[in-house]
């Protein structure tokens, strides 16, 4: 049986070799790291899977690291996962900015997100400190383009797309597609 620290760092691979050396093969890190430094579009990936394992450590040396390494990928990247979040291998990002994914969100394998998109809490619970945020988000989810996700307490099924500009505070089943209708407006101007 796997120790917590075996289950982390095969955790780490798994997610390094799907999206870092976008491989088949059996997890290198020569591989890794020489996919890291050559293609600028993996690089997002490789730091933030590596500093959200440091943060799992437990260890307070390791998580200054982890929260350092963090704070470069906002600066650089305009995109902040928080180090709480746990997110399964095959993670896509789209385009960087904008991007914001609260450390409460529990993400399945294959999931695609673009920019613009909040995935976050909606606070309601702050006084009650036994309510913790449940954002739980299936296996195969593609979010769409300034799109929202607010809840304390949410459950996104597998096989789910979410359209551009949509706003979900609300349970969504396995195997749909959601969006927000959206209204278009022209109004002549007069003089």
């Excluded at 909606?122 to 006084?127: L, P, W």
Aim: hydrophobic share 40%; charged share 20%.
């Amino acid at each position: 049986m796997k120790t917590s620290q075996q289950h982390h760092l095969s955790h780490l691979h798994e997610c390094l070799r799907r999206e870092v050396m976008l491989s088949q093969k059996p997890f290198s890190w020569s591989k890794t790291l020489h996919r890291a430094v050559k293609c600028h579009s993996r690089r997002y990936n490789f730091w933030w899977r590596i500093a959200s394992y440091l943060y799992s450590k437990n260890n307070i040396i390791l998580r200054v690291i982890a929260r350092y390494l963090q704070r470069s990928l906002i600066a650089k990247y305009g995109t902040e996962i928080q180090l709480g979040a746990t997110i399964g291998p095959g993670m896509v990002v789209s385009h960087h900015q904008g991007i914001v994914v609260n450390g409460a969100s529990v993400i399945g394998h294959s999931f695609l997100i673009r920019q613009n998109v909040t995935i976050g809490i909606s606070g309601r619970n702050v006084k009650n400190k036994s309510i913790k945020p449940s954002l739980i988000i299936g296996d195969n989810v593609s979010i769409g383009a300034n799109s929202c996700i607010i809840s304390d307490d949410i459950v996104i099924g597998n096989n789910v797309t979410i359209g551009a500009l949509s706003f979900i505070n609300k349970d969504i089943p396995s195997n749909h597609t959601v969006f927000s209708e959206k209204n278009t407006l022209l109004i002549e101007k007069r003089d």
